[in-house]
């Protein structure tokens, strides 16, 4: 799997070359990296996955019980196109929330996990999330 990762991300970076933005490919590489990240193996992923739509409200995937909501960003490398703000949750439907940094080659650069509980009492009131705030959470990579 590591190679058709890889393989999406060549073709992406290609795309962006060529056509100046780049596919949108974060949120699929984002919810398999997280689930690598939890210790999913690529088995267990891929039957999660096949009958799963790109539009799944509250959670992205579930494993060991545990319903998982990924965010992630990833900087073109244009000026201007480094990360500021990290998405705000839209629903409380998950468990655990993974928050994850891209460079412009798609390679993590970190990795944050919030419980539901912790996020709601750090966030719930706030407008506006930075990758700071993220930080405050548990290191995942």
């Known amino acids: 799997m590591q190679e058709l990762r890889q ?9 962006q070359r060529q056509y100046g933005v780049a596919p949108a490919i974060t949120s699929a590489l984002s919810e398999y990296d997280a689930a690598k990240l939890i210790g999913m ?7 999660y996955m096949c009958d799963k739509t790109a539009v799944c409200r509250g959670h992205d995937f579930i494993h060991d019980s545990i319903r998982y909501q990924i965010k992630a960003h990833r900087p073109s ?9 990290a998405g705000k949750a839209r629903n409380y439907d998950w468990d655990i929330l993974i928050w994850i940094r891209y460079n412009t080659e798609y390679e993590i650069q970190e990795a944050w996990s919030w419980t539901r509980e912790a996020y709601i009492a750090a966030f719930d009131a706030a407008t506006r999330i930075s990758p700071a705030d993220m930080r405050k959470g548990q290191r995942l990579a």
């Open 41 to 47: 193996n690529d088995q267990d992923y891929a039957e």
């Open 7 to 15: 393989n999406l991300i060549n073709v992406a970076l290609q795309w």
């Open 77 to 85: 490398g244009k000026p201007g196109s480094f990360i500021t703000n």
